[in-house]
């Protein structure tokens, strides 16, 4: 027959964070998406080097890979830009079935210039570096530097104009602009412009966003004054280069935090000055609106902590963690991360370098580590046309075992949500005569879930080494819970399927999620 016309194939969607009912959601190809996210090295973003990332991201059952592009590596001579490199992350990712959060290392990364360009490196006067009190320079470029600021933006665009012809498929679902930006030892530059910026007001919007009066930083932020400052122009400087390169591909950016004290800002333990820590997310939100979500980089072992920057940092939502520390004992707040709704999170220096950032991570990536990543990747994988919806849509908890392993609960509606860990699941706590040894995981640092309430009575339950009691939170005299049913299974093409149902010893003391981590959906209801 006739040869069909020619046709321009539709565009696949460009990826964005758009509001749910209850919290916001990603979308990718149209579609409800978490990143199940795995950060490769600061050094494997190379053709040569790729080869070793992408098995490892396969292995862990990620469907995102987020890599490093240097501003050396595609402007190593001003005004040349070569994206071989970007193309090969491309092409891998795609032969591999892997989206891309491509990782823009430009004036900051963790607040050095070293990713800039020689040219960069070498010129202070078109570059400046932060001046200390006594003019001395610091080793970070000034976030004042007007021509620092246009030729970072300008690469940046132009990374972002090539993903625009070499990425129709949307391969790139996300950019982080920068890498914990900020400074470290010094709370702000000194330099001339600088000190005359610093004497002023405070800008008209930031008074505005933050409702307090317009007068100088000091009067206005005491002794935070420094920390604010450098955040306003930090996150000022961030906006414009997000903004220039969303004017070429309008891509949902990010920033990301080196982290300070999750607890409190009065020691001044607030990571490197003008970075998003938690206690500036309020001027980074009124100082660069162009950025999708902010996020927190966890190296924290303390549990505690770190349930306390996710709840801080996705009450500035969407909650995204761009780095979590990649050994085992951090698998678990991946239940804690997407129990609050999150978009993205990312165990790093995931590849297979061999490169190890121990105390920060795994002392090796071995069995055991990619075992524990993996698991909680494989259940929230195998429903990703079920959860990233529900996520968005209905009330959420989350959690996982802290580090003295004690019970944990909160309430939804009606019902109270208890998880326990290290715990036997037969009659641990009804049939206390019959000895028994101690559970195998009782000090092991893993267990946690997700849940979310479907509707009144109806829960979705995900979870692994972790045991789930509901009870009513407030029963009436002589009323009692009861089990209607509880279904095991999964989500396809977003219709939820039964697998078998759970009865019996198994729902008898309580729901034991084991080792390999599924999804059950239980209806309660009480009787009298
Ligand atoms: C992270 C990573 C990489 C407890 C460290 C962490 C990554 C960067 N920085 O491997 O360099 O590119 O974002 C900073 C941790 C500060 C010390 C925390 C002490």
New binding site residues.
């Given amino acids: 027959g006739p040869a069909a016309p020619a046709q321009v194939p539709p565009l696949t969607p460009l990826p964005r964070i758009v509001d749910g009912p209850q919290r916001p959601m990603l979308l990718v190809d149209g579609q409800p998406f978490i990143a199940l996210a795995v950060q490769a090295h ?1 050094s494997s973003g190379y053709p040569a080097v790729l080869p070793q990332v992408w098995p490892v991201a396969r292995q862990l059952g990620a469907n995102t890979v987020m890599l490093p592009v240097g501003w050396e590596q595609v402007e190593p001579v001003e005004g040349r830009f070569d994206f071989g490199a970007v193309d090969a992350m491309l092409a891998g990712a795609r032969e591999n079935d892997l989206r891309l959060v491509l990782l823009w290392y430009g004036t900051w990364k ?1 607040t050095g210039l070293s990713y800039t360009p020689a040219w960069v490196k070498r010129d202070g006067l078109r570059f400046p570096r932060m001046r200390h009190p006594d003019g001395r320079a610091h080793e970070t470029l000034s976030p004042h530097g007007e021509q620092t600021l246009a030729a970072d933006a300008r690469a940046f665009a132009a990374l972002m104009r090539h993903l625009r012809q070499a990425d129709p498929q949307r391969t790139v679902i996300m950019v982080q602009v920068e ?2 930006a900020g400074s470290w030892g010094l709370a702000r530059d000194h330099s001339a412009h600088a000190q005359a910026l610093f004497a002023d007001l405070i800008p008209q919007e930031l008074a505005r966003a933050l409702a307090v009066p317009r007068r100088t930083w000091e009067q206005a932020f005491g002794p935070r004054a420094e920390q604010f400052f450098m955040s306003w122009h930090v996150a000022r400087y961030i906006e414009h280069v997000a903004r220039a390169g969303q004017a070429e591909l309008d891509l949902p950016m990010i920033a ?1 935090a ?1 982290l300070g004290n999750a607890f409190t800002d009065e020691g001044g333990e607030v990571g490197p000055s003008g970075g998003p820590n938690w206690n500036v997310l309020p001027v980074w939100r009124a100082a660069a609106p162009s950025l999708g979500a902010i996020g927190p ?1 966890i ?2 072992r303390d549990a505690a902590a770190v349930e306390r920057f996710l709840d801080r940092y996705a009450a500035h939502g969407p909650l995204v963690v761009p ?1 979590i520390g990649n050994a085992a004992e951090y698998a678990r707040f991946a239940w804690s991360a997407f129990g609050r709704g999150a978009l993205l999170y990312a165990p ?2 995931m590849d297979g370098t061999a490169y190890v ?1 121990y105390p ?1 991570g795994a002392k090796a990536l071995d069995e055991g580590v990619l075992g524990a990543f993996a698991a909680p990747y494989r259940l929230l994988g195998s429903a990703m046309s079920g959860w990233p919806l529900i996520a968005g849509e209905r009330p959420l908890w989350g959690t996982a075992r802290g580090n003295d392993g004690s019970d944990q609960s909160t309430t939804m509606g009606r019902w109270r949500l208890t998880a326990a860990y290290g715990r036997w699941a037969f009659g641990e706590d009804d049939w206390t005569w019959i000895p028994r040894d101690p559970h195998p995981l009782a000090d092991v640092p893993t267990g946690g879930l997700v849940a979310a309430q479907l509707d009144a009575d109806t829960f979705l339950v995900g979870g692994q080494n972790v045991r789930l009691r509901l009870s009513l939170a407030n029963p009436a005299p002589g009323e009692s819970p009861q089990v209607i049913e509880a279904q095991e299974g999964t989500f396809i093409d977003g219709q939820w399927v039964m697998r078998r149902r759970w009865n019996g010893d198994q729902i008898d003391y309580g729901f034991s999620f084991g080792p390999e981590p599924v999804w059950l959906r239980i209806t309660m209801d009480s009787y009298r």
Avoid: I, Q
């Fill in positions: 600061n963790n890498n914990e990301n080196a980089d190296y924290t780095e790093f220096g950032n920060l």
